[in-house]
């Protein structure tokens, strides 16, 4: 097995380990509402230290129940993904069109850098191959 394949199946041990763990030892047990969110956590402690507390702020949307607010959460974090998997393909794609440019052209990965990506990569004619 190589070294990315073993650092890739300890990441997912990892990430499998934090995912069951919580539920296997059943932290939260003790609770009404076991995996309740950061918001609902410090609100119940605000109104444990100081029971007249007024919010400053109120929400500018609240779902009418925990079901559908969990399901846009869910959303967000899908959209979220989603971008951030665009942009490091389109950097991944970016950097590997230079390389196959340099190795095309014959130039070396940092001059493919300087010039394949601040200018487009084309000759300094506009464009058209001479």
Not at 6 to 33: C, M, Q, S, Y
Not at 48 to 62: A, I, N, R, S
Not at 105 to 112: F, K
Request: proline share 6%.
């Amino acid at each position: 097995m190589s070294r990315n394949a073993k650092i890739n199946t300890l990441l997912l041990l990892v990430v499998a380990a934090l995912a069951v763990l919580p539920l296997a030892l059943g932290l939260g047990d003790h609770k009404e509402e076991p995996f309740t969110g950061a918001d609902g956590e410090a609100e119940t402690a605000i109104t444990e230290l100081q029971p007249d507390y007024e919010p400053w702020f109120t929400p500018l949307y609240e779902p009418p129940s925990g079901e559908i607010e969990s399901a846009l959460f869910s959303l967000q974090a899908a959209l979220g993904a989603g971008v951030l998997a665009y942009y490091f393909g389109l950097r991944r794609g970016r950097r590997q069109g230079a390389a196959r440019a340099g190795a095309a052209g014959g130039l070396a990965d940092g001059e493919v850098a300087a010039r394949g990506v601040e200018d487009g990569g084309g000759p300094a004619d506009g464009g058209r191959d001479a």
